[in-house]
């Protein structure tokens, strides 16, 4: 089985700082695209930023410059480093990562984490 386990949110103050980071365990044969998303009370789920195992890079608009994605690929995790962050910044961050797990012949599987709460406070 895999598993994607993320790091703690928290309560933060607008313009402050946070690091979120997800691991990825178990029968993994490779990683492709990892990324992260949120959800907000009452809105849709929507990509903040991902990142190709090669490293490219890829933002929402509303992140672009505050925000950025990296991942470690020796330790199968993704990180994301939130700089000056907004109120509106409020939601459940969730990563996502595209696995093939077990053989090169198994297919490609989007599996999710958890989630956590970032609160941006005034």
Known sequence: ?????????????????????????????????????????????????????????NYADSVKGRFTISRDNAKNTVYLQMNSLKPEDTAVYYCNADIKSGSIWAPVQGYWGQGTQVTVSF
């Open 1 to 57: 089985q895999v598993q994607l386990v993320e790091s703690e949110g928290g309560l933060v103050q607008a313009g402050g700082s946070l690091t979120l980071s997800c691991a990825a365990s178990g029968s993994i044969f490779s990683i492709n695209a990892m990324g992260w998303f949120r959800q907000a009370p009452g809105k849709q789920r929507e990509l903040v930023a991902s990142i190709t195992s090669g490293g490219s890079t």
